[in-house]
């Protein structure tokens, strides 16, 4: 089956960028698409981006549209989520998902369309 391991989470400022990394192992992310969720404390998880298997299409929920950017390296097996501008309510898990298929539609996105999750990784903006 593989796995889906996410990197590059941590601590930062308000204002400030990470990057994240979700890097496939044991499987391919080729011809899938593949999404980023995350879960704040307190929350349900909730549908942050998603990319079509050809990197051409692109889906934001609108909390994250203009500030993060969604885009996959398939020779290196990895999806990558640039988090610029980050805000305190952006502090969560993040996980990467490989999805069922691909939606433009921000609001059709639920974690019933991902078939493989990673294990999640935590994000922390301080004010």
């Known amino acids: 089956q593989g796995q889906l391991v996410e990197s590059g989470g941590g601590s930062v400022q308000a204002g400030g960028s990470l990057r994240l990394s979700c890097a496939a192992s044991g499987r391919t992310i080729e011809d899938h698409p593949m999404g980023w969720f995350r879960q704040a404390p307190g929350k349900e998880r909730e549908f942050v981006s998603a990319?079509?298997?050809?990197?051409?299409?692109?889906s934001y929920a609108d909390a994250v549209k203009g500030r993060f950017t969604i885009s996959r390296d398939d020779a290196k097996n990895t999806v990558f989520l640039q988090m610029d501008s980050l805000f305190p309510d952006d502090t969560a898990i993040y996980y990467c998902a490989q999805m069922k298929y691909f939606t433009s539609f921000a609001d059709d996105y639920s974690e019933r369309l991902a078939d493989y999750w990673g294990q999640g990784i935590r994000v922390a903006v301080s004010s």
């Open positions: 990319i079509n298997y050809s990197g051409i299409y692109t």
